[in-house]
């Protein structure tokens, strides 16, 4: 992915290297950087954590969309490779539909001209809605009984919420939740879609991969005591 390439030039240049997870240090290992490198967590779970309780008492999205937890199923699709392919956007829209779920699907400008572009619908179990804010994602997301995207962004939320994610791509830069259990790879085939929306549910333990809410203390702290050359 072109992300992991600027990742591994970034890495190979920065003076201070702050790992949000323990697969961020196996790979930094693996790739020759052992010093002037600390494990602090995710800050992105700090955010998490403090604007949920703001969107808790400030949103009423459940209410006016008419929703109740566990009872429906939370749609995303943005990226280029499944947007600007008719035939992987069509999959995708097939396979949601097949699954039979009831399916809220806010969806992106880029995508809705997609839409319009192919000629393509939505099947009748799945809601097309407006593009929402940041707080009213996250409650949607925390109360969704499963999360099918294409966002790395949201498949972090989907495992910080404890929701099921179900990620339409091949690979995902989130290996570890993967690996927890708790983040399904089905691509864009519709049938795989349309099983992972009906059986996918994580049953194990679900590890504390991104830290404990505390990573930007850790980040000020690192900064603060920092030896590091600026050459």
Same mark, same amino acid.
């Given at each position: ?14 003076? %201070? +290297?702050?790992?949000?997870?323990? *697969?961020? %240090? ?29 969107? &808790? ?9 008419? +929703? ?17 392919? $008719?035939?992987? %956007? ?27 572009? *192919? ?8 809601? +097309? ?64 879609? *349309? ?6 549910? $994580?049953?194990?333990? &679900? ?8 990573? *930007? ?5 690192? +900064? ?8």
């Amino acid at each position: 992915m072109p992300e992991e390439v600027n990742r591994i030039v970034a890495d190979h240049l920065a003076a %201070l +290297l702050l790992c949000p997870t323990e *697969a961020s %240090l196996a790979n930094l290992s693996r790739e020759g950087i052992t010093e002037h490198v600390q494990l602090v967590g995710d800050v992105m779970f700090d955010a998490f954590l403090q604007n949920l309780e703001v969107a &808790r008492k400030s949103t009423r999205v459940m209410k006016d969309l008419g +929703l109740e937890r566990n009872g429906y199923a939370l749609l995303t699709v943005h990226r280029a490779e499944n947007v600007d392919e $008719p035939d992987r %956007l069509a999959g995708i829209l097939h396979g949601v539909g097949d699954s039979g779920r009831r399916t809220i699907f806010p969806v992106h400008p880029r995508t809705r001209a997609m839409f319009a572009a *192919a000629g393509l619908k939505s099947a009748s179990n799945v809601r +097309l809605i407006d593009p929402v804010g940041y707080l009213e994602m996250l409650v949607l997301e925390e109360n969704a009984e499963a999360v099918v995207t294409d966002s790395g962004g949201v498949q972090k939320e989907a495992y910080f919420a404890g929701r099921p994610c179900i990620t339409l791509r091949d690979r995902t830069e989130w290996t570890e939740t993967v690996d927890a259990g708790w983040n399904a790879l089905v691509g864009t085939d519709a049938a795989a879609i *349309a099983r992972a929306m009906r059986d996918f549910r $994580p049953d194990g333990a &679900r590890p504390e991969l991104f830290g404990d809410g505390h990573a *930007a203390e850790r980040v000020v702290e690192a +900064l603060s005591t920092a030896n590091v050359s600026n050459s």
